[in-house]
Each structure stands twice: as structure tokens, then as C-alpha cells.
């Protein structure tokens, strides 16, 4: 797993993580609806729910149920944060999306970049909310790619369906990047999508990508 954050603040509300528990590999990454301290706060918590939740928990789904469920009680709508939950348990990944930025998968046997479209509510926005899970076929040498809003957001202008567009095609022509050097590959992004020269953004930006063996 290879991941890179730019905070618009000294601290900031953005999440991932990537961790193996038991035979699966789980993945979440998450956006608060905030910054400062307070997004802070709030992306420690999700951490530890996370970590916890997937310890007994066996889909995405249900990781974002519980998830909504904690978070509502706490903060009554106060706060919300969008996240993609994703489970890789062996050539099989399951994934759910609170009202993220779509990830992409590149397959590496078709030479292809897949947007994973699918979107629900971000959590902690209703009570009880819902969640649905998905699955795709990975296999060797296949990438996921996850990133935050803010690599859009950077821009004062901006057509979000036009970018998932650009983005997929940006990875399928620099995917010798991606496999060479993942870093090189974040600048590049950033560059393109951000207009990021100097690392300064107007809204957290997350990336990450993770390669299966």
C-alpha cells in the first residue's frame, strides 16, 4: 500500500488505512466533513472503529452500518464523513461507498481501468442508513486506487463525472508509473488534477493505492 495526504490545515480529516486480519485485507478511506482540529478528532475515531468493527464484522457493508450507527448516536448529523470500506479475501473484492469519491481498479489481465460506481449516504448523516456491498474479480498484479474529493475540489471549477473520466484515462497512460514509482505517480496526479505546484490545497487530498500479489 502506498498512500500520500495534503492537509489544507495543520491537521486535517482525512483517513486511510490498509491492514490484513486473518486470511483478508481490508481497506477504508474517509473524508470528514470538516477540517482543524475537529476533523482530527473525528478521524482518530474512525480509526479505532474501524480497526475494531473488522475483527467481527465480515463484509464492508456492515462495517459502514455499524459505523453510521456509532457515529449518528454521537453526533446527531452534526458531523458526517464520506469513506470507501473495501475486503480482498483471495481473488475477491468486496467494497461499499458512503458517498465517496468512486475508486478504481486497474486489471492488469485486460489492460483496463474500472470505475467502481456506486454511491450511498455518507455516515452519521441519517439514522439507520443503509449500506450495499459489491464485488469484483482481482487477481495479480491488479491495482486499486482511492483518493478524497479534494483532488477536485482544489480547482475553482470543476465537472466531477468529466474528472473520473480523466482520472481513469490519466492512470491507464501512466500505469508504467504506477508500477515503477507510486510517488512519482501521486505528483503526477496532483499536478494535473490539483494544479498543486507547491503543496498548497484548499481542502484535504488523500491518495492511495494498493497493488495485489
Not at 486480519?21 to 477540517?35: C, G, K, L, P, R
Not at 441519517?126 to 474479480?137: L, M, R, T
Request: charged share 20%.
Amino acid at each position: 500500500m502506498y498512500g500520500k495526504y495534503l492537509s489544507c490545515d495543520e491537521i486535517g480529516g482525512n483517513f486511510y488505512e490498509c491492514v490484513q486480519f486473518e486470511d483478508n485485507v481490508w481497506f477504508i478511506m474517509a473524508d470528514v466533513s470538516s477540517h482543524g482540529v475537529a476533523a482530527a478528532m473525528i478521524a482518530s475515531m474512525i480509526k479505532v472503529d474501524f480497526t475494531n468493527s473488522i475483527k467481527y464484522l465480515s463484509c464492508p457493508a456492515e462495517v459502514l452500518r455499524h459505523m453510521n450507527d456509532t457515529f449518528y448516536s454521537m453526533m446527531q448529523g452534526d458531523y458526517t464523513f464520506t469513506a470507501v470500506v473495501g475486503k480482498r479475501q483471495g481473488n475477491v473484492l468486496a467494497f461499499a461507498n458512503a458517498g465517496h469519491s468512486h475508486p478504481m481498479v486497474y486489471t492488469h489481465e485486460t489492460d483496463h481501468v474500472h470505475v467502481l460506481y456506486s454511491k450511498d449516504k455518507p455516515v452519521g448523516l441519517v439514522e439507520k442508513a443503509e449500506y450495499s456491498s459489491h464485488k469484483i474479480i482481482v487477481s495479480t498484479e491488479d491495482i486499486i486506487f482511492l483518493y478524497t474529493d479534494g483532488l477536485f475540489n482544489t480547482r475553482e471549477q470543476y465537472d466531477m463525472e468529466m474528472n473520473y473520466q480523466d482520472l481513469s484515462g490519466c492512470f491507464m497512460n501512466y500505469k508504467h508509473i504506477v508500477q515503477e514509482n507510486p510517488e512519482e505517480f501521486f505528483n503526477v496526479v496532483l499536478r494535473l488534477f490539483a494544479g498543486i505546484a507547491d503543496e498548497k490545497v484548499i481542502d484535504d487530498v488523500s491518495l492511495m493505492l494498493i497493488k495485489i500479489h
